[in-house]
């Protein structure tokens, strides 16, 4: 080729490269931009319900990017990228699969079945154009002596309806999308500050999710509770699941607060280290029906000085998980989520009472409500619990496809065998041989001290352990049961 000949021809007209190479540019372009695009080009994703019931919740799958403009399932579900996720509301059946592709939709957006209006020092919920009340929030924050170790001490409940008092939060809506909307708002109160986000799916799902932090209340002697009203319609019907069982929730009513002493004994010894409500179904009198579902949120460690008999060590604070109860009153329903409160004196060893986290070192708690138009049965609540907290396992199961397990396909079922103390934890209440006093845990009966009169009885027991289909069964004292065949 001459010098000039891809510049211009010989009577100086225009320039065109040749047709060869314009083919190969127009090839390489193409190339760059499928390149370009991979990082944001969709993946497949495979939904496995192992759940032997139907779910139907958001879904947000990870490090799903799906580039610019609007995209829906394969089914038409909208879908909503947040950062680098994409969510949509799944709706399986029973023990089933579904595998989803996304494509480009034309602005394809959820029914606005829920809407969230803000109002003063609050949130009004409206669902299928229906009232559905009013949520506001409060912090209590008062002094609390922890009870001493050989102290026994009532449980008082709170009147959280009469001394509530809302936190001015002013709700802005800080992003939009196709599935659902965020509502943002914050305010200080006792010392702590709360931050409120909502995210109001359009379909009728309302995630509340909070997060508190320590800005100058003391940090020890206290109790402290996050507190949220829900102004419901009058003749609102509740029942409630406390710690896995049911009750009806009367309209001036109250959850167990984990029972009513700290003796110690029977059930609600154990409720102490227990988190409390696990769903509260509300029917209103349009027969329309709400489920208040809560997550499990971690409590807090703090730190321990070594003394005569310990090495320092972390424990935790006040509970396993942070309390949840509840109380109704006057057509409202508080939900209550405890942050600092006390421990019954045998629990004091493993778990500190009556703490708050230091400056700095915030906690999140989050609930979900779930609208239908229609009531909504108890063991259906149950489900709907079970969907939202179980398990969930997110994996790339093959190059661009991402697999999403709900629940878990089996379960192995295992015990545990104290050989001899579990004779005696049988007797729960009871003055045994060898006791000076009933208690719980019967150390000093003679069922332990005298444990070979119990050979024959332990070796019935794990014989019908093992008929029973235990798969694992952890034997404690294994050098003492070895020799007994």
């Not at 493993?350 to 108890?378: H, I, K, M, W």
Request: proline share 6%.
């Amino acid at each position: 080729m001459k010098k000039n000949e891809m510049n211009s021809n010989k009577s100086g007209g225009e320039c065109r490269p040749r047709r060869g190479l314009s083919a190969a540019l127009v090839l390489l372009c193409a190339v760059s931009g499928i390149v370009a695009n991979d990082k944001t080009a969709p993946h497949a994703v495979v939904i496995v319900n192992h759940q032997p019931f139907r779910v139907r919740m958001p879904i947000r799958i990870r490090d799903q990017q799906l580039g610019a403009g609007k995209w829906a399932t394969n089914e038409g579900q909208p879908v909503q990228q947040v950062g680098d996720d994409a969510v949509f509301i799944a709706d399986l059946k029973a023990t089933s699969t579904e595998r989803h592709a996304f494509r480009r939709s034309h602005g394809l957006r959820s029914p606005l079945l829920l809407k969230v209006v803000p109002v003063a020092n609050g949130v009004e919920l409206r669902y299928n154009g229906k009232n559905s009340g009013h949520l506001a929030w409060d912090v209590v924050v008062r002094d609390a002596q922890p009870a001493a170790r050989k102290e026994s001490r009532a449980i008082t409940r709170p009147d959280f309806a009469s001394q509530f008092a809302a936190i001015p939060l002013s709700f802005e809506k800080s992003a939009s999308g196709a599935v659902f909307d965020v509502w943002r708002a914050e305010g200080t109160k006792s010392g702590l500050k709360l931050l409120v986000e909502l995210q109001a799916y359009h379909t009728g799902f309302l995630d509340l999710n909070a997060h508190i932090e320590n800005i100058s209340a003391s940090t020890t002697n206290v109790y402290a509770a996050a507190v949220c009203r829900w102004q419901q319609p009058q003749d609102s019907f509740r029942s409630l699941n406390y710690n896995n069982e049911i009750a009806l929730l009367s309209n001036a009513g109250w959850s167990p607060f984990r029972g009513t002493d700290d003796t110690g004994t029977g059930d609600s010894r154990h409720m102490f280290i227990q988190r409390g409500v696990d769903w509260i179904n509300t029917k209103f009198p349009t027969n329309a029906s709400v489920l208040w579902l809560n997550d499990f949120a971690p409590s807090f460690t703090v730190h321990q000085a070594a003394t005569d008999k310990r090495p320092g060590r972390y424990t935790g604070a006040n509970s396993p998980q942070l309390g949840q109860e509840a109380q109704t009153a006057d057509g409202s329903l508080y939900s209550i989520t405890e942050i600092a409160r006390s421990n019954t004196r045998y629990y004091l060893e493993r778990f500190v009472p009556n703490l708050l986290p230091p400056a700095g070192e915030p906690l999140t708690f989050s609930s979900r409500l779930v609208f239908a138009n229609a009531p909504v049965t108890d063991r259906r609540a149950d489900e709907e619990f079970i969907a939202y907290v179980g398990y969930d396992e997110q994996y790339m199961s093959a190059p661009k496809s991402t697999q999403v397990s709900i629940g878990v396909p089996g379960v192995r079922f295992g015990t545990n065998y104290f050989p001899y103390s579990t004779l005696g934890e049988n007797f729960t209440l009871q003055k045994l041989p060898g006791m000076d006093r009933a208690a719980y845990w019967p150390l000093a009966a003679d069922t332990v001290t005298q444990w070979r009169l119990f050979a024959d009885d332990i070796r019935r027991d794990l014989s019908i352990a093992k008929a029973m289909g235990f798969e694992l069964i952890r034997l404690h004292h294994l050098e003492l049961i070895s020799p007994l065949d």
